[in-house]
Nanobody, 123 residues
């Protein structure tokens, strides 16, 4: 289906910013960002609906991360501000290309995954 391509990872110092992007080849009804820190399980951090008019953030990133979606380009952006060392992880985007709700981080809900991009935050 819609293959996902991520970009934008890198290394920053604490307090810095990065913007990740997730491009799809077709319209996605729901896009999520997950992350996996070393030695930890993958966790969902943010969701955005197909129209881009609804977003959800877990508490640990609320107020620091912001999602946006450009439907004409089938691209979702994750703006990450005030990054902290605990944000260090591989970040993955995931998308579903079937109409439905966008209120879960259940990995089985998503049809396609990006390749992952490393985000490293130093103190």
């Amino acid at each position: 289906q819609g293959q996902l391509e991520e970009s934008g990872g890198g290394s920053v110092q604490a307090g810095g910013s990065l913007r990740l992007s997730c491009g799809a080849s077709t319209y996605a009804y729901c896009v999520a960002w997950f992350r996996q820190a070393p030695g930890k399980e993958r966790e969902g951090v943010a969701l955005i609906s197909g129209r881009g008019d609804w977003t959800y953030y877990v508490d640990s990133v609320q107020g620091r991360f912001k999602l946006s979606k450009v439907n004409a380009a089938n691209t979702v952006y994750l703006q990450m501000d005030n990054l902290q060392p605990e944000d260090t992880a591989i970040y993955y985007c995931a998308a579903t290309f079937r109409a439905g709700s966008c209120n879960t981080f259940a990995e089985s809900y998503f049809d396609d995954w990006g390749q992952g991009t490393q985000v490293t935050v130093s103190s």
